[in-house]
């Protein structure tokens, strides 16, 4: 098990910046889990932003590629989504989820991310 939480949402103007932070801690005995942040706008399915591998390759939603990007774990106990040229559309609430064998397993509270046009 995998306990997440998250930091740094807020209010921010189009085209601006914004870095999410995911403290995540576990047990000494466990290898590293699989990190990735998703979203949930209001009204839709919630899903995958970005996701962070043991081996640190990366993967990216299409409509984030070039403008987001999620840095960290491997040990650290923090995951970092950095948001840049943000738009109205990536208005949503951000979680954190972890797994060993299932990527979304456990989950953290969440933060909101408004972006006002």
């Known amino acids: 098990q995998v306990q997440l939480v998250e930091s740094g949402g807020g209010l921010v103007q189009a085209g601006g910046s914004l870095r999410l932070s995911c403290a995540y801690s576990?047990?000494?005995?466990?290898?590293?889990?699989?990190i990735g942040w998703y979203r949930q706008a209001p009204g839709k399915q919630r899903e995958l932003v970005a996701r962070?591998?043991?081996?640190?390759?990366?993967i990216y939603a299409d409509s984030v590629k070039g403008r987001f990007s999620i840095s960290g774990g491997n040990g650290r106990g923090s995951v970092y989504l950095q948001m840049n040229s943000l738009k109205p559309e990536d208005t949503a609430v951000y979680y954190c989820?972890?797994?060993?064998?299932?990527?979304?397993?456990?989950w953290g509270q969440g933060t909101q991310v408004t972006v006002s046009s």
């Open positions: 989820a972890a797994g060993f064998v299932n990527p979304t397993d456990d």
């Open positions: 576990k047990s000494i005995f466990s290898s590293e889990p699989v």
């Open positions: 962070i591998m043991r081996d640190g390759s990366t």
